[in-house]
């Protein structure tokens, strides 16, 4: 049985300060799901900033984003802080946040899944299982659940 692909434009913020992981997880998504928008965070403290329009997207022009993915090890603000403090604000906490990281210490995972993350993926090694990943990512997250993007 085939999957069908989602044709529905699907909005996905990643942050992760390594350009070349942006870079190749921005076309594996594309290899499977090519309506998917993705913008790129290069911290935490960016990605608070672009949740919240403030600092250098203040007068920025973008909704919230229908799925984070979250790199653990950056500079300024890891992920670890920044995931902490979006599931503690309540005008961003219904938005789902994936950890996809390098690391696979039992604390980070278990952490992460405190801290309210709905995923935990350790980063794969090669391409192609980046974009094997990014197909159950893409599946399960557009064509199975439903996301609700309620502001209370």
Known sequence: ?????????IRILLADDDEDDRFLTREAFQHHFPATSMQFVEDGEELIEYLRRTGRYENADHGLPELILLDLNMPRKDG?????EIKKDPSLRHVPIIVLSTSDAQ?????????????????????????????????????VVKISMRLD
């Open 1 to 9: 049985m085939v999957q069908q692909q989602s044709t529905k434009p």
């Open 80 to 84: 670890r802080e920044a995931l902490q």
């Open 107 to 143: 604390d980070d995972i278990e952490n992460s899944y405190f801290w309210g993350a709905n995923s935990f993926i350790t980063k794969p090694t090669s391409y192609q299982k980046l974009i094997d990943v990014t197909k159950a990512i893409g599946n399960y997250w557009f064509n």
